[in-house]
């Protein structure tokens, strides 16, 4: 009887043994792996995040603008002019800007040639302002600077620029800046201000937007009006 009982318990130890190894060596890596997290990358979001804030804080500007706009007794849709360097840059889609500079030049000489066949009670729509490479800021060698192309656009009701400086800019940085323009009768710009909420806090690409609103000319009063607001927005981009 006490042969058979330890036979008995050494089977079952046996048994219980092989049941350990298998829990060891096949069930626990199995479960080890079922347990395992997953780590999901949202990185691919930050920019489609990153545009609608930029959208969001330009249509800010926009609405603000066009309220100075009604407050000053500006009347008529504000019109929106371009004005793009020649340097080789390229934005999010793949743009080349040495085809958007030859384009705008382009439709720079059509432009011209049309104005040719009219006379100057027909003159008027949107001017196409394309920038001079020799405008191009020389980088200082004795300091650490960075000079990146730039591109602008304007809102000043129907006036037309004349002389939109473009600022190539010797920053570190990148962003955009909202410069609040008064324009008098002549087109001189006699008072420049930048728009804090929606522009860059760098203060390089602060003054050098300043500076080049303070410069800008646009064409005379059609209206008669001795003061007129408008804004330019001066677009800094890192190569």
């Given at each position: ?49 990153k ?31 371009v ?59 004795d ?7 730039s ?37 001189d ?17 602060r ?24 804004n ?8």
């Amino acid at each position: 009887m006490r042969d058979n009982l330890i036979g008995i318990l050494v089977t079952v130890s046996v048994h219980l043994a092989v049941i350990l190894v298998l829990l060891l060596t096949v069930v626990n890596p199995r479960i080890e792996r079922d347990r395992q997290s997953f780590m999901l990358d949202f990185s691919k979001h930050d920019p489609v995040e990153k545009l609608e804030k930029e959208l969001a804080r330009q249509k800010a500007a926009n609405e603000r603008v066009e309220k100075m706009l009604r407050e000053a007794g500006v009347k008529g849709e504000p019109l929106k002019n371009v004005a793009v360097d020649r340097s080789k840059l390229k934005d999010d889609r793949g743009t080349d800007a040495k085809k958007l500079y030859e384009d705008a030049r382009r439709i720079e000489q059509q432009y011209k040639e049309n104005m040719r066949r009219k006379t100057p009670d027909q003159v008027g729509g949107d001017n196409i302002v394309v920038a001079d490479p020799k405008s191009q800021v020389i980088p200082d060698p004795d300091r650490e600077s960075y000079q990146g192309p730039s591109v602008l656009s304007y809102s000043l009701g129907d006036r037309k620029g004349s002389y939109l400086p473009i600022p190539a800019y010797k920053c570190l940085g990148a962003g955009e800046v909202t410069v609040i323009i008064t324009v008098n009768a002549d087109g001189d710009v006699i008072s420049a201000k930048i728009q804090d909420e929606v522009s860059s806090a760098d203060k390089c690409l602060r003054d050098y937007a300043l500076g080049a609103a303070q410069r800008s000319r646009f064409s005379r009063s059609k209206t008669g009006a001795a003061k007129e607001i408008g804004n330019i927005v001066y677009s800094f981009i890192a190569q």
